[in-house]
């Protein structure tokens, strides 16, 4: 990621969510559909593998590879449930895109199931294909707009009187709350953007945001996010009280990581976090100390980049 240019296909994979790309007229097999049956399911519908259901609750899935394995085992004709694969991974439609690519990279998959987050249903199949497809769409309805209304709007600190002025806000992050994961980042995009800053600046802010915001989830008790916005610079405080940071030198190593296997199991502890922020900011300094938290300093330079 080049810091002095986000692309808004970058961005979009933060702001987009599964549910806006996703599949959700999803072939289905159930438990007690037989494996012989499988075969005109897959070649019939051009898929290589699909969703176990019962009841609209998601049970297992099966591939053309667990296909190929019962016909190379010479087994005789049993029901889907007995080959399925039950330990499933999934991801929830209200997740943002960037969670489903972390999980197709790191777990090396073509599909994920798509759950409801309060009924545990099943709402839809995400494919790398559904992706391509949803941000192409995103990128064309974006282009559209823009030759629609070329005008940027005044921003805010063009129309204030003042000598010096800024703007402060405030993102309270509770660590362990993957449902409210992304919702600080979001919060600021929208204010940025109300504020009428440049949308390449608005990218750079949101995503060096967004993945602070993770880490404080993921690895900390919880913490907080403070933006402070000047004519000139965007600042980005990020406390917290969590274990801290033994070795800031190696935590900054791309693939170094820490993840425990819950955070690794969504699709993230790649090793990425820190290096995605330092990407998308002109500075970075870390403080930390161990067993109390580490503090994150931010700079990013209103360029006026579009």
């Not at 593998?49 to 016909?71: C, F, H, T």
């Not at 600080?184 to 602070?212: C, D, H, N, W």
């Not at 933006?227 to 935590?251: F, R, S």
């Amino acid at each position: 990621m080049n810091r002095n240019f986000v692309t808004r296909t970058q961005e979009l994979v933060y702001e987009l969510r599964v549910s806006d790309v996703m599949s959700e007229d999803v072939i289905t097999v159930t438990p007690e559909n037989l494996m012989s049956e499988l075969r005109y399911v897959l070649r019939d519908n051009r898929i290589s593998g699909v969703p176990v259901v019962s009841k609209g609750k998601l049970k297992g899935i099966i591939s053309m590879e667990d296909y190929i394995k019962w016909l190379c085992d010479n087994d005789t004709d049993c029901q889907i449930n007995d080959r399925m694969t039950k330990n499933i991974i999934t991801i929830f439609e209200d997740e943002p895109v960037i969670r489903a690519i972390n999980k197709f990279e790191h777990l090396g998959f073509g599909r994920l199931p798509v759950l409801k987050r309060e009924t545990g249903e099943i709402a839809g199949v995400i494919t790398k294909g559904d992706i391509i497809a949803g941000l192409l769409n995103k990128l064309d309805i974006d282009y559209r707009q823009s030759e629609m209304s070329m005008e940027r709007p005044d921003c805010i600190f063009d129309i204030i009187t003042a000598d010096k002025s800024k703007m402060i806000f405030e993102y309270k992050v509770e660590g362990g709350n993957i449902k409210k994961a992304g919702s600080s980042a979001s919060g600021l995009k929208a204010t940025l953007k109300k504020m009428g800053i440049f949308p390449q600046v608005i990218r750079r802010a949101a995503i060096a945001t967004y993945e602070a915001e993770m880490n404080l989830i993921f690895y900390t008790y919880g913490g907080l996010i403070m933006a402070t916005i000047e004519h000139d610079k965007i600042y980005l405080h990020i406390v917290d009280n969590g274990p801290g940071i033994a070795d800031i030198e190696q935590a900054m190593r791309p693939g170094f990581s820490t993840a425990p296997e819950w955070v690794r199991e969504l699709g993230f502890g790649a090793g990425m976090g820190l290096q995605n922020i330092k990407s998308c900011t002109d500075k970075m300094h870390i403080e930390s100390i161990p067993g109390k938290g580490t503090k994150l300093e931010l700079e990013i330079k209103m360029d006026g980049k579009k």
